[in-house]
């Protein structure tokens, strides 16, 4: 049976998942995405600790996706002595480190033979996107040969630390295999996506997976795991086609995706199996979680508040009431529906989309709970729906999670929201899902 770990390095925090077919997830702790100098270490540590060293550079994400052409093998960064690549592979590492010892506690490991870790990005697809993807995918590649061939580090529930020396020589004779690995083109199919995102390291797969498109699997799944768990004869009508547009906003991007799951008409012993289509996602926008806790940031500062990012962060989550009527809200909740409008008017769904039943929206991420913005992503899909002539539009709807195995554990809807890359890219049946790189437009007996 084999392991499955889906890991979310994110701009501002960071998760891991993990989970065997059959099985509840495994979720670890939300990790702080900053990466602190500690003398002569670089250390990480969880959300709840509210780290404020000075010498703590944040959003490593961020800067790789809005200066993907910078220097990221060479040049160390002035706060923590080490490139952005080494800084990347550290705080990636770290989450595996992380995911190892909380599984080893619980009886499992993820470094049998078979096992499967998935690492989840941003709908870079863009020329200028496409350069911090195989930056990004170097560094996790790079991270995994590290973690499998073990560094001295230290850690605790709360804390991972690493010698910069150690993670310096060790990057550096990792990076003569990372740089033999097949090169992103400045535009690039699907196939050669595919050439460039998956490998094996010592009897362990590795796989890249869009963030929009793990973020929605878990929904697409709700309710619907026993269509692959039973061998069926027959399907209810009313349940044979499902469809989901996602929209996942993280702290530096916004992705917005589609997927499908409907089921194949009966083979020659009578079996019905389910079909799982993913359609190709809009480009990330640049506009997300942190440009909202800038504003109300400033806002807070101009009214005389002494407060930290951190701290603004902290009212985003918590004290919606203090600024959801503020005009920068409206300008950014509109921004965002707008994109994901585009998105669904030029959906290549011609044998689905137009019919029954409605199109199911899903928003996860740190900021899915804004409820502006919510309600703006729905009335602008249904607009673009209705423009299109489909009148699944006036019945589109906004759904939640249920618990994807994780409600014993406490967790609300927005931590669920917060977790859906990560558990989503450690589905087990992620596998199953098809990519449909020209759409549904000359399928037309695909929803049989």
Known sequence: MSNYLGIDWGTHSSKWAFQRAGSNPIVGAIWDSAVSRSGSELAMYTMDQHNQDPSREVALKRKLIQDPDQSFWEGPRPKLGATLGESVVFSIMSLLLDAERTMRRRGFSFREKGSVIRFSHPNWISADNVRALSSFRDAAVLALGVFLEGIDHSDSNRRIAISSDALKTAVKRHRTFVEQLPKFGDQYTHSEYLCC?????????????FESCAAGFPYLLQNDRDAFEDTLRKFPAARRVRKILVIDVGAGSSDAGYLLRTVRPRDSHGIMRPLLIWLPAADALELAGRWLT????????????????????????????AWVTKPYVREWSSRIAAHVSDYAKSLRDDVCLPHKPELEIVVTGGSSAVKPM???VLNQVKDALVERGHSIGYSTKLIEPESFGLKSGGSDNVRLAQLAVSLGASDPFLSELKAYPQGLIALPSVAG
């Open 374 to 376: 919510r309600d703006e």
């Open 294 to 321: 800038d504003r109300i940031l400033a806002d807070l500062k101009q009214q005389g508040r002494r407060i930290t990012a951190d701290e603004a962060e902290e009212v985003k989550l918590t004290r919606q009431n």
């Open 197 to 209: 995102t998956r490998g094996t390291l010592q009897d362990i797969s590795w796989e890249f997976v």
